[in-house]
T-cell receptor
Framework: NAGVMQNPRHLVRRRGQEARLRCSPM?????VYWYRQLPEEGLKFMVY????????ESGMPKERFSAEFPKEGPSILRIQQVVRGDSAAYFC????????????FGPGTRLLVL | GESVGLHLPTLSVQEGDNSIINCAYS??????FIWYKQESGKGPQFIID?????DKRQGQRVTVLLNKTVKHLSLQIAATQPGDSAVYFC???????????FGTGTRLLVSP
């Protein structure tokens, strides 16, 4: 059973460009979560999605950031007009349909904004 | 509540020693707690979890203790090995919510 998959693993963008980060949950998991991690810090929650629904986006910046989890295909975290402060590791986690289940993390995407 | 990261606290132990990593959480409404291990350049790896109706849970070489009175969580690793070297994060989840709130993390260094 493959784990959570994320791609790309590393992404370099110039200021003002768009970044698209993809996450495929574990097989059988329908809940997806995105977290951001700065160096030497813990992960900070961004958004929680189920198929075609955003359930909790309380950690998402109000501008430039969006997330989706379509009926088919991976979840996408999109950052428009990136700035240097967006440089971080972005982790996706997934959990099964039942509430309260453990979240399993992917390997992350390391975004560097030049 | 969330912790703001400064320099990671570090715990240095010898191979074969037992390690204890501590964590404080801030919200008394949290009902689920979890420990993750993160190696350099990798994603967090699940170690063990515990629900608020328990105060102790054991896994293979690991034990988690929960003290709800003082909002304290600890991870005990028996017979620590060099492969245990990593940053360890605790996280908690508020009742009724799915998002995890992570602590600052502790770096465990195991020397042979």
């Amino acid at each position: 059973n493959a784990g959570v998959m994320q791609n790309p693993r590393h992404l370099v963008r110039r200021r003002g460009q768009e970044a698209r980060l993809r996450c495929s949950p574990m097989k059988g998991h329908s809940h997806v979560y995105w977290y951001r991690q700065l160096p030497e810090e813990g992960l900070k929650f961004m958004v929680y999605l189920q198929k075609e629904n955003i359930i909790d986006e309380s950690g998402m910046p109000k501008e430039r950031f969006s997330a989706e989890f379509p009926k088919e295909g991976p979840s996408i975290l999109r950052i428009q007009q990136v700035v240097r402060g967006d440089s971080a590791a972005y982790f996706c986690a997934s959990s099964p349909p039942s509430k309260g289940e453990t979240q399993y993390f992917g390997p992350g995407t390391r975004l560097l904004v030049l | 509540g969330e912790s703001v990261g400064l320099h990671l606290p570090t715990l240095s132990v010898q191979e074969g020693d037992n390690s204890i990593i501590n964590c404080a959480y801030s919200n008394s409404a949290s009902d689920y707690f979890i420990w993750y291990k993160q190696e350099s350049g990798k994603g967090p790896q699940f170690i063990i979890d515990i629900r608020s109706n328990m105060d102790k849970r054991q896994g293979q070489r690991v034990t988690v203790l929960l003290n709800k009175t003082v909002k304290h969580l600890s991870l005990q690793i028996a017979a620590t090995q060099p492969g245990d070297s990593a940053v360890y994060f605790c996280a908690d989840r508020l009742t009724g919510f799915q998002k995890l709130v992570f602590g600052t993390g502790t770096r465990l260094l195991v020397s042979p």
